[in-house]
């Protein structure tokens, strides 16, 4: 393509609105403009980045066995009444009535759409197992859309559902989607981890979330500094911390005046953080109190409280008034004197501790000498703890380390979770009726677009891996006025689209400068220069954009050094 047919106006500010690289980047190179919150228009270079990332996605999901499909973005309401999440959707879920008042979605995803197909169609064990994808926008009414294509209200996603007569087999196909994963991110050229997820809502077994790894991140990832364990912040299990066993003594309540925090009692009483126990009350969305309770030097982990309890879908931080009603004083909490029937729970290292200080559910006093083993009453048990850096790897137990990743996708088994609430079921080798085994698998396709962005850039612009970036290689006449430059230049993108290479030639009259930094800024991972001394002296300069080493050679052998060149960017 020539860039006087492209259609991609830089910009040389940055827009203020713009808060990450990464948006900052694709609004400065023309890549997207913004129609409304969350909603975005991809231009051409954007566009063509993004046929590249779909068609690796597309190409592994083929590969693993998926077959393409496409659902109807537009959802009729009752498929999401049968499993219920017409409900828990929320506000998220974009709503729309037809002319008749018929209520209808704008799908956020597609488990009912496609289980509800499948039933209608699945019979028989022969039709096992199934995997079935598609790739289109979604839509979800963020609270806070942000981050311009990380956090949209419209996106691109590619979701691939499996189906399997059992677990085993459920298992095997997610075992497929994972490796498939793995081939996706790694042929895209981007830093990735798999790591342990929580499951969320979305309810089942397992998960994996597929992180890039950029500083920009919303996700915590713990990882082993020895073997290869990784998971979510939400998700990494901890083990239990015993500590020194000492003799129990004696409960003595102390005061402890206007010391709110547990930093101020342990600063008060001058005893190490590690010795005393800190209380977070959180209420359900139903008004129930729940109190959680860990070492002072510790932070509750709410996800792991939240899968503690069936019933609960998040947890807020609880008002005064149920905590009093509950017999706890707000800033000097901790089991002992709660009322009964109260939901407690206590980290287990917690349980582990001797001789612990502890808020006395009275103003300005707290309990000294508290050993929970002995003194906790009625409380559920559990690890309900963050992760933080240098804590025991739950495998090896060597340290962990801390890193932020921006999900772009995530694998679920589902197991029966929709197929039982919407009746999908097939006759097995026995002729009995089973329910489908089930899992799910997303990858953001706009956000892996800005996540390789967050990844890949430096400050004059973004440094597009090879295999997704807009074009592979800008051929650039210094002067394009110049007949012999602009001639030249031409043979050479000639010789480079001959071969296969996915080229521009910046054939527009400005001057060199803009040219230089436009091709910076969108990020070519390769630009040839065809300036004066490629006509006189046959000396054509190759510069790599990410090292910004340049190589020289004569125009003859521009194409194929170009091509050798491209082959490790
Ligand atoms: P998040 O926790 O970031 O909201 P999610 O768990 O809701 O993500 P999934 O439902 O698993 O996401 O969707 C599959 C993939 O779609 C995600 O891994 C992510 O890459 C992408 N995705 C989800 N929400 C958005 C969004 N609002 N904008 C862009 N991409 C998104
Ligand atoms: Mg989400």
Request: hydrophobic residues 40%; proline residues 4%; aromatic residues 8%.
């Amino acid at each position: 393509m020539r860039a006087t047919n492209l259609y991609a106006p830089t910009l040389r500010e940055t827009p203020a609105e713009a808060e990450v690289r990464s948006h900052q980047l694709m609004l400065r190179a023309g890549m997207i403009r913004k129609a409304a919150g969350g909603l975005y228009t991809y231009m051409p270079l954007a566009w063509r980045t993004l046929k590249k990332i779909m068609n690796i996605v597309r190409e592994e999901m083929d590969a693993a066995g998926g077959q393409e499909i496409a659902m109807p973005i537009v959802q009729p309401s009752e498929i999401w009444k049968e499993t219920g999440r017409w409900a828990v959707y929320g506000d998220e879920m974009f709503r729309v009535s037809d002319r008749h008042g018929r209520e209808f979605c704008l799908g956020p995803t597609h488990e009912e759409m496609v289980t509800t197909l499948i039933r209608d169609e699945v019979r028989s064990y022969k039709q096992l197992p199934l995997m079935l994808y598609q790739i289109q926008n979604k839509y979800r009414d963020e609270i806070r859309p942000r981050f311009g294509l990380m956090r949209g209200r419209e996106f691109i996603m590619k979701d691939l559902y499996s189906f399997d007569k059992d677990e085993e087999g459920m298992n095997e196909s997610y075992k497929k989607m994972y490796d498939a994963y793995t081939n996706v991110f790694t042929r895209m050229g981007l830093e990735f981890r798999p790591v342990e997820a929580d499951n969320g809502a979305i309810g089942g077994g397992h998960s994996h979330e597929f992180t890039v790894l950029a500083e920009a991140g919303e996700s915590n990832i713990a990882y082993c500094s020895s073997c290869d364990y990784a998971a979510s912040d939400e998700k990494a299990e901890l083990k239990v911390i015993k500590a020194e066993p000492e003799e129990m003594k004696e409960l003595q309540k102390v005061s402890t005046p206007d010391a709110h925090t547990i930093e101020k009692v342990a600063q008060y009483l001058r005893l190490p953080l590690e010795k005393t126990i800190k209380a977070v009350a959180f209420q359900s969305e139903k008004g129930e109190l729940i109190l959680a309770f860990v070492r002072g030097d510790h932070d509750v982990n709410d996800v792991k409280v939240v899968n503690l309890f069936e019933d609960a879908i998040e947890l807020h931080m609880a008002e005064d008034e149920a905590i009093t009603a509950a017999g706890g004083v707000a800033g000097f909490m901790s089991p002992i004197g709660i009322k009964e029937g109260t939901k407690v729970v206590v980290d287990a290292t917690v349980m582990e501790m001797y001789n612990a200080c502890a808020g006395a559910n009275e103003k300005d006093a707290h309990f000294i000498n508290v050993n929970p083993s002995r003194d906790f009453k009625n409380v559920i048990v559990a690890d309900i703890r963050m992760i933080k850096e240098g804590d025991a790897c739950p495998h090896c137990g060597a340290p962990v380390k801390m890193t932020r990743g921006i999900e772009a996708g995530q694998v679920f088994t589902l197991g029966t979770k929709y197929s039982k609430s919407l009746h999908a079921t097939f006759l097995d080798e026995n002729g009995k009726e089973k329910l489908l085994v089930m899992g799910c698998y997303g990858i953001g396709v706009s956000r892996t677009m800005a996540a390789a962005i967050e990844q890949n850039n430096d400050e004059n612009g973004i440094i597009w891996p090879r295999a997704i970036a807009p074009f592979e290689v800008v051929v650039v006449p210094v002067n394009a006025k110049d007949e012999a430059q602009l001639s030249l230049a031409e043979e050479i993108y000639n010789g480079l689209k001959a071969n296969g290479a996915d080229a521009l030639l910046d054939d527009r009259k400005d001057r060199a400068g803009v040219k230089f930094k436009d091709a910076d800024l969108i990020g070519y991972p390769l630009r040839i220069t065809v300036g004066p001394k490629a006509v006189n002296e046959d000396t054509v300069e190759l510069k790599i954009r990410r090292n910004g080493e340049t190589v020289i050679c004569s125009k003859a052998e521009a194409a194929a050094k170009a091509l050798e060149l491209l082959k490790s960017l």
